[in-house]
C-alpha cells in the first residue's frame, strides 16, 4: 500500500472562519448578473452531484435546520429547492439507483453488498446497467469522483477475497477516483482508501470530509478547459462514527443543550415559515423508543453528541463552498448543474463494543462514559436525535416511510434555472441519469460491453429546470429488506414489513392517520401495482 501525498491546489483553504463568513458572496454577485440563455444554445453544461450520508431532512439551514451550512444555503437561494423528492431509503440501494438511473434491484443491489446469486441482490453493479460516467463518457465528458463508492463487495476483515475489480470506479466509467469502496469507517484512518485503482494510506491530519472535497477541488482545478466535466462528490459525512476535527465540535458545545424536543418543535417552526412544508401537517409524535428529554439522565453526554454530528454537517458545508468557488474560479459556475441531497433519512443505528464491522477501536461504543469525536472512539448518535433530524417525518434511514426516504433536494444551475425557487415536485434518484443525458444531448445505449441493458425508469428534470412543463411520475416504488411502499400522486401505500398503510399526502405527509380501514380498494389497487413492480424490478 502506497502513502500518498496530497498537495492542495488554491490558497486559504485552511481558514474555516474566512469561508464560513464570507459564505458565497462573490458567487451570489455572478448569479444574481447571469442573463439565462435558451437552453438550445447553452453548451454541454458541467455536472456536480454531491450527496450527503444518512443526513436528516431537517438538517441543513434552508431546510429548517439550525446548524450553519452557508455554502449549501446559497445554492437553494440561487436555485431551486425541492420539498418532495425521494432516495432509495439507505446508502447502498439509493447509490445504486443514482448512478444508472433504475431501481436499485435491477442494478444488482437490492439490499446490501454481500455477495448474493439472486439477480436483484448480488451486492455490486450488474452487468445490465450503465453508470452516468459510462452513459456521458461517449458524450466527450471527462467524469470525476471523490468519495464513498459502496456500490461492489468490500469486507475489511478479508478484502482480498472480497474484491469485484469489474465494479469499481474506474472499471465503470469515471476516468478518475479517490475514494473508499466500503461504505462507513474511521474518518481518520478509513479502510479501502484508493486514488484510482491503488489501495493508498491516509496522509498525515487526515479527515475524510476534508479530503473527499480537497480532492474534488484537485479534479476541477485539473480537468481540461475544453472539455465539460462529471463530478460525483459522495460524501460519507454524518454518517457515523461521529467523527470530526476539535475545533469544529467546539463551535457546538452547549447549542442542543436544550434537547431533542425543543430541537423538533424549533425546527418545525422554521420549516412551516420557510415553506418547506405545509402549516396543516402535524409534527409528528416522538418514536415509541425516544424519551422526553427531561427524563433523560445524560444530557450533557446527549448534547456533545448531536454536537459532533453537527461539526461533521459543518464540515462538509465548509468544502462545499471550496468546491463552489473553484468553480469561480475557473470561470465556469454559470453553466455548472449542481446537485445537492442526502442518500437517505437519519440514522437511528446504535453502535455498541469496540471491535466493529470496519475495524478495532480502543474507545469504541455508544455510551456515556466515552464522549465520541476523536480517532479512537467509535459511537453514533441514535434514535432521539435521528427522530430529531427527520422532523416533521416518522421512521429512520432503511423504513420507507418519509423520514428514511424524503431528500432535502437543491438545483443550482444560473444559465438555465431562475434563482430562488421551492418545488414541489414529486422527483427520484433514478431522475438523474435521464437528466444528464439530455443535458449532454446524449442517448442512453441499448447494449454496453455486449450487455443488453435494462432499460431506464427515471424522467428528465430538464423541462422543470427550464421553467417548461414537466411529466410525472405515474408511480415511484420501494423495497428494502422487507420494508415497501409504492407512492402514486398524493397517494402513498408504506409497510414496515407486515400489514399496508395507506396515507393522503396532500394532507398528512407526516403519516399519521392510516386511512386503510377506509378505502380497502384503494389499497388493493396500488398494492398489486407494487406486486407487478417488484416482479419486473427482480424484488424477491
Not at 64 to 89: C, H, K, V
Not at 132 to 149: D, N
Not at 186 to 215: C, G, K, R
Amino acid at each position: 500500500m502506497k502513502k500518498y501525498s496530497f498537495t492542495i491546489l488554491g490558497t486559504g483553504w485552511q481558514n474555516n472562519t474566512v469561508i464560513s463568513s464570507i459564505g458565497l458572496g462573490l458567487s451570489t454577485v455572478l448569479i444574481s448578473g447571469c442573463a439565462r440563455e435558451s437552453p438550445e444554445k447553452i453548451p454541454q453544461p458541467n455536472i456536480i452531484l454531491i450527496m450527503a450520508d444518512d443526513m436528516g431532512y431537517s438538517d441543513i439551514g434552508c431546510y429548517g435546520g439550525e446548524i450553519p451550512t452557508p455554502n449549501i444555503d446559497r445554492l437553494a437561494e440561487n436555485g431551486m429547492l425541492f420539498t418532495q423528492f425521494y432516495n432509495g431509503g439507505r446508502c447502498c440501494p439509493t447509490r445504486a439507483a443514482l448512478l444508472t438511473g433504475l431501481y436499485a434491484h435491477q442494478a444488482g443491489v437490492g439490499a446490501m453488498v454481500s455477495p448474493s446469486d439472486r439477480p436483484g441482490y448480488l451486492g455490486r453493479l450488474n452487468e445490465s446497467s450503465a453508470t452516468i460516467a459510462e452513459a456521458l463518457r461517449p458524450e466527450g465528458y471527462q467524469t470525476f469522483m471523490s468519495g464513498k463508492w459502496h456500490v461492489t463487495h468490500y469486507n475489511y476483515r478479508d478484502p482480498e477475497t472480497s474484491f469485484h475489480r469489474d465494479t469499481w470506479p474506474i472499471q465503470r466509467g469515471f476516468d478518475r477516483f479517490f475514494g473508499t469502496l466500503s461504505g462507513a469507517g474511521s474518518f481518520f484512518t478509513p479502510v479501502s482508501l484508493m486514488m484510482d485503482n491503488e489501495f493508498i494510506e491516509p496522509w498525515e491530519d487526515f479527515y475524510y470530509t476534508d479530503a473527499i472535497s480537497h480532492q474534488a477541488v484537485r479534479f476541477i482545478e485539473g480537468a481540461d478547459k475544453n472539455s465539460p466535466f462529471l463530478l460525483y462528490v459522495s460524501h460519507v459525512a454524518p454518517h457515523w462514527p461521529l467523527h470530526a476535527r476539535p475545533e469544529h465540535i467546539e463551535r457546538f458545545q452547549g447549542v442542543y443543550d436544550k434537547g431533542w424536543d425543543h430541537m423538533r418543535e424549533e425546527r418545525y417552526e422554521r420549516m412551516v415559515r420557510k415553506g418547506i412544508i405545509d402549516k396543516n401537517w402535524q409534527l409528528s409524535p416522538r418514536e415509541e423508543n425516544v424519551p422526553e428529554w427531561e427524563s433523560v439522565e445524560y444530557k450533557e453526554w446527549e448534547s456533545h453528541r448531536m454536537a459532533v454530528y453537527a461539526a461533521q454537517v459543518y464540515s462538509m458545508d465548509l468544502g462545499i463552498g471550496r468546491i463552489i468557488r473553484s468553480l469561480e474560479r475557473k470561470g465556469i459556475i454559470d453553466n455548472t448543474l449542481i446537485i445537492f441531497l442526502s442518500d437517505n433519512g437519519a440514522s437511528n443505528e446504535v453502535i455498541q463494543g469496540t471491535d466493529t464491522r470496519h475495524g478495532n477501536f480502543e474507545r469504541g461504543g455508544t455510551t456515556p462514559e466515552i464522549y465520541p469525536g476523536g480517532p479512537d472512539t467509535y459511537a453514533s448518535y441514535g434514535p432521539a436525535w435521528a427522530n430529531a433530524g427527520n422532523t416533521p417525518y416518522r421512521r429512520y434511514k432503511k423504513w420507507m416511510h418519509e423520514g428514511g426516504i424524503a431528500t432535502p433536494m437543491i438545483a443550482h444551475w444560473p444559465a438555465v434555472i431562475e434563482r430562488g425557487q421551492i418545488s414541489g415536485h414529486v422527483g427520484h434518484i433514478i431522475d438523474f441519469m435521464p437528466t444528464f443525458l439530455e443535458m449532454a444531448g446524449g442517448t442512453y445505449p441499448e447494449i454496453l460491453n455486449g450487455n443488453q441493458l435494462t432499460p431506464l425508469e427515471g424522467l428528465s428534470l430538464l423541462p422543470l429546470f427550464r421553467g417548461d412543463e414537466q411529466p410525472e411520475h405515474d408511480a415511484l416504488f420501494w423495497e428494502h429488506l422487507g420494508f415497501r411502499a409504492v407512492r402514486q400522486g398524493d397517494w402513498k401505500l408504506v409497510s414496515q414489513g407486515d400489514e399496508w398503510e395507506l396515507y393522503d399526502l396532500k394532507n398528512d405527509r407526516t403519516e399519521l392517520n392510516n386511512l386503510a380501514p377506509e378505502f380497502p380498494e384503494k389499497v388493493k389497487q396500488l398494492a398489486g401495482m407494487w406486486k407487478e413492480w417488484a416482479l419486473r424490478a427482480n424484488v424477491k
